[in-house]
Protein backbone atom coordinates (compact mmCIF):
# COMPACT_ATOMS: atom_id res chain seq x y z
CA UNK A 1 0.00 0.00 0.00
CA UNK A 2 1.59 3.32 -1.18
CA UNK A 3 0.46 5.81 1.23
CA UNK A 4 2.99 8.51 -0.72
CA UNK A 5 2.96 8.66 -4.43
CA UNK A 6 5.09 10.30 -7.08
CA UNK A 7 3.24 9.88 -10.20
CA UNK A 8 5.76 11.00 -12.55
CA UNK A 9 9.09 9.30 -12.01
CA UNK A 10 11.70 11.69 -14.34
CA UNK A 11 11.02 15.40 -14.93
CA UNK A 12 13.28 17.46 -17.47
CA UNK A 13 13.36 21.37 -17.13
CA UNK A 14 15.44 24.33 -18.77
CA UNK A 15 17.99 25.92 -16.61
CA UNK A 16 16.10 28.94 -15.07
CA UNK A 17 12.73 27.76 -15.32
CA UNK A 18 10.30 26.48 -12.67
CA UNK A 19 10.46 22.77 -11.63
CA UNK A 20 7.08 21.12 -10.31
CA UNK A 21 7.45 18.07 -8.37
CA UNK A 22 3.75 16.77 -7.33
CA UNK A 23 3.64 14.24 -4.65
CA UNK A 24 0.17 12.86 -3.72
CA UNK A 25 -0.66 11.14 0.06
CA UNK A 26 -3.49 8.76 1.11
CA UNK A 27 -3.20 8.51 4.70
CA UNK A 28 -4.96 11.62 6.52
CA UNK A 29 -3.13 11.15 9.38
CA UNK A 30 -0.43 12.58 8.62
CA UNK A 31 0.57 16.31 9.73
CA UNK A 32 4.19 16.53 8.74
CA UNK A 33 5.36 16.82 4.49
CA UNK A 34 9.04 17.01 3.67
CA UNK A 35 10.87 16.85 0.35
CA UNK A 36 14.48 15.33 0.19
CA UNK A 37 17.27 15.18 -2.37
CA UNK A 38 19.35 12.72 -3.38
CA UNK A 39 22.72 12.69 -5.18
CA UNK A 40 23.66 9.14 -6.50
CA UNK A 41 25.81 7.11 -3.80
CA UNK A 42 24.98 9.56 -0.97
CA UNK A 43 22.06 9.66 1.29
CA UNK A 44 18.97 11.94 1.25
CA UNK A 45 19.39 15.97 2.36
CA UNK A 46 16.40 16.77 3.74
CA UNK A 47 15.47 20.42 1.68
CA UNK A 48 11.92 21.70 3.45
CA UNK A 49 8.91 20.93 4.91
CA UNK A 50 5.96 21.94 5.74
CA UNK A 51 2.81 21.63 8.55
CA UNK A 52 -0.48 21.05 8.01
CA UNK A 53 -1.36 23.75 9.66
CA UNK A 54 -0.29 26.09 6.47
CA UNK A 55 -0.32 25.73 2.85
CA UNK A 56 2.52 27.30 1.98
CA UNK A 57 6.04 27.38 2.92
CA UNK A 58 9.34 28.92 1.69
CA UNK A 59 12.82 28.69 1.67
CA UNK A 60 14.78 30.40 -0.62
CA UNK A 61 14.57 29.20 -4.19
CA UNK A 62 11.96 26.20 -2.76
CA UNK A 63 8.45 26.76 -2.04
CA UNK A 64 6.30 23.81 -0.86
CA UNK A 65 2.46 24.00 -1.44
CA UNK A 66 0.00 21.85 0.89
CA UNK A 67 -3.52 21.25 -0.35
CA UNK A 68 -5.21 18.60 2.31
CA UNK A 69 -8.61 18.95 1.06
CA UNK A 70 -6.34 16.97 -1.97
CA UNK A 71 -4.25 15.49 -0.03
CA UNK A 72 -1.69 16.61 -2.70
CA UNK A 73 1.57 18.76 -2.41
CA UNK A 74 4.42 20.02 -4.43
CA UNK A 75 7.72 21.55 -4.69
CA UNK A 76 8.59 24.77 -6.89
CA UNK A 77 11.96 25.36 -7.49
CA UNK A 78 12.80 28.63 -8.78
CA UNK A 79 14.58 29.49 -10.97
CA UNK A 80 15.74 26.08 -11.87
CA UNK A 81 19.90 25.54 -11.72
CA UNK A 82 21.95 22.50 -13.00
CA UNK A 83 23.29 21.69 -9.69
CA UNK A 84 19.45 20.75 -8.84
CA UNK A 85 19.74 18.06 -10.96
CA UNK A 86 19.05 15.13 -8.54
CA UNK A 87 16.34 12.57 -7.23
CA UNK A 88 13.44 14.01 -5.43
CA UNK A 89 11.48 12.57 -2.31
CA UNK A 90 8.65 13.68 -0.96
CA UNK A 91 7.82 12.34 2.73
CA UNK A 92 5.26 12.19 5.85
CA UNK A 93 5.12 11.78 9.15
CA UNK A 94 2.23 11.91 11.60
CA UNK A 95 0.29 11.12 14.37
CA UNK A 96 -0.04 7.72 14.77
CA UNK A 97 3.37 7.02 12.79
CA UNK A 98 5.89 7.29 15.57
CA UNK A 99 7.15 10.27 13.61
CA UNK A 100 8.60 7.43 10.90
CA UNK A 101 9.04 9.08 7.55
CA UNK A 102 7.06 7.31 4.82
CA UNK A 103 8.53 8.11 1.67
CA UNK A 104 7.20 8.41 -1.93
CA UNK A 105 9.40 7.14 -4.91
CA UNK A 106 10.97 9.55 -6.06
CA UNK A 107 11.04 11.92 -9.30
CA UNK A 108 14.42 12.34 -11.11
CA UNK A 109 14.84 16.00 -11.94
CA UNK A 110 17.37 16.98 -14.88
CA UNK A 111 17.79 20.16 -15.39
CA UNK A 112 19.42 21.16 -18.70
CA UNK A 113 21.64 23.99 -19.86
CA UNK B 1 28.04 16.57 6.40
CA UNK B 2 24.76 15.12 7.81
CA UNK B 3 26.08 13.84 11.48
CA UNK B 4 25.62 10.38 10.74
CA UNK B 5 27.83 8.00 10.34
CA UNK B 6 27.43 4.74 8.82
CA UNK B 7 29.70 1.79 8.87
CA UNK B 8 31.26 0.03 5.97
CA UNK B 9 30.00 1.71 2.88
CA UNK B 10 30.36 -0.84 1.00
CA UNK B 11 29.71 -4.77 1.63
CA UNK B 12 30.15 -7.46 -0.27
CA UNK B 13 29.05 -11.13 1.06
CA UNK B 14 27.93 -14.60 0.08
CA UNK B 15 24.18 -15.72 -0.12
CA UNK B 16 23.37 -17.57 3.35
CA UNK B 17 26.10 -14.89 5.44
CA UNK B 18 25.27 -12.44 8.18
CA UNK B 19 26.48 -8.94 8.05
CA UNK B 20 26.20 -5.96 11.35
CA UNK B 21 25.70 -2.27 9.67
CA UNK B 22 26.19 0.27 12.20
CA UNK B 23 24.98 3.87 12.82
CA UNK B 24 26.33 6.68 14.77
CA UNK B 25 23.61 9.34 15.16
CA UNK B 26 23.99 13.13 14.97
CA UNK B 27 25.32 14.08 18.33
CA UNK B 28 22.31 14.45 20.92
CA UNK B 29 19.63 12.77 18.32
CA UNK B 30 17.17 10.36 20.14
CA UNK B 31 15.22 8.73 17.48
CA UNK B 32 17.62 6.36 15.02
CA UNK B 33 15.31 5.10 11.84
CA UNK B 34 16.37 2.54 9.19
CA UNK B 35 16.12 2.23 5.77
CA UNK B 36 16.01 0.20 2.81
CA UNK B 37 16.53 1.33 -1.16
CA UNK B 38 16.24 -1.58 -3.76
CA UNK B 39 17.25 -0.68 -7.25
CA UNK B 40 15.59 2.69 -8.16
CA UNK B 41 13.18 2.12 -5.89
CA UNK B 42 12.10 4.48 -2.93
CA UNK B 43 13.19 4.51 0.90
CA UNK B 44 11.47 1.57 2.73
CA UNK B 45 11.41 1.98 6.34
CA UNK B 46 12.39 -0.70 8.10
CA UNK B 47 12.56 0.20 11.95
CA UNK B 48 13.06 2.93 14.35
CA UNK B 49 14.40 3.24 17.94
CA UNK B 50 13.69 5.90 20.37
CA UNK B 51 16.47 6.48 23.23
CA UNK B 52 16.99 2.80 23.36
CA UNK B 53 14.13 1.34 22.77
CA UNK B 54 11.83 0.00 19.27
CA UNK B 55 9.37 2.26 18.41
CA UNK B 56 7.84 1.14 15.12
CA UNK B 57 8.18 -1.37 13.08
CA UNK B 58 7.93 -1.34 8.88
CA UNK B 59 8.29 -4.05 6.46
CA UNK B 60 11.22 -5.98 7.95
CA UNK B 61 12.11 -9.19 7.46
CA UNK B 62 12.51 -11.52 10.81
CA UNK B 63 15.72 -12.32 9.41
CA UNK B 64 16.80 -8.72 9.91
CA UNK B 65 16.98 -7.25 13.39
CA UNK B 66 18.12 -3.81 15.11
CA UNK B 67 18.95 -2.54 18.68
CA UNK B 68 20.39 1.17 19.71
CA UNK B 69 22.61 0.97 22.25
CA UNK B 70 23.20 3.11 25.66
CA UNK B 71 25.63 5.25 23.83
CA UNK B 72 22.72 5.51 21.16
CA UNK B 73 24.53 3.75 18.26
CA UNK B 74 22.71 1.39 16.36
CA UNK B 75 23.53 -2.23 14.49
CA UNK B 76 21.00 -3.54 11.99
CA UNK B 77 21.90 -7.24 11.98
CA UNK B 78 21.02 -8.89 8.94
CA UNK B 79 20.92 -12.70 8.56
CA UNK B 80 20.76 -15.67 6.17
CA UNK B 81 21.30 -13.07 3.61
CA UNK B 82 20.06 -13.60 0.17
CA UNK B 83 20.06 -12.06 -3.53
CA UNK B 84 17.21 -9.77 -3.26
CA UNK B 85 18.62 -8.40 0.58
CA UNK B 86 21.11 -6.86 -1.94
CA UNK B 87 20.71 -3.18 -1.60
CA UNK B 88 21.41 0.70 -0.10
CA UNK B 89 20.43 0.83 3.66
CA UNK B 90 20.15 4.02 5.49
CA UNK B 91 20.03 4.99 8.83
CA UNK B 92 18.76 8.54 9.75
CA UNK B 93 18.23 10.19 13.14
CA UNK B 94 16.40 13.18 14.56
CA UNK B 95 16.46 15.13 17.57
CA UNK B 96 12.87 15.14 18.56
CA UNK B 97 9.65 12.00 18.61
CA UNK B 98 7.40 13.58 16.35
CA UNK B 99 7.42 16.21 13.32
CA UNK B 100 10.60 16.62 12.67
CA UNK B 101 13.09 15.99 9.48
CA UNK B 102 15.50 13.13 9.72
CA UNK B 103 19.07 13.26 8.46
CA UNK B 104 20.48 10.41 7.09
CA UNK B 105 24.01 8.98 6.44
CA UNK B 106 25.82 8.05 3.14
CA UNK B 107 23.93 4.54 3.50
CA UNK B 108 25.75 0.89 2.90
CA UNK B 109 25.52 -1.06 -0.23
CA UNK B 110 25.02 -4.57 0.22
CA UNK B 111 26.12 -6.63 -2.46
CA UNK B 112 25.31 -10.23 -1.73
CA UNK B 113 26.60 -13.02 -4.81
Known amino acids: DQQVKQNSPSLSVQEGRISILNCDYT??????FLWYKKYPAEGPTFLIS?????DKNEDGRFTVFLNKSAKHLSLHIVPSQPGDSAVYFC????????????FGTGTRLQVTL | DSGVTQTPKHLITATGQRVTLRCSPR?????VYWYQQSLDQGLQFLIQ???????AKGNILERFSAQQFPDLHSELNLSSLELGDSALYFCASSPRRVNTEAFFGQGTRLTVV
Open chain 2, 27 to 31: SGDLS
Open chain 1, 50 to 54: ISSIK
Open chain 2, 49 to 55: YYNGEER
Open chain 1, 27 to 32: NSMFDY
Open chain 1, 91 to 102: AASGAGTASKLT
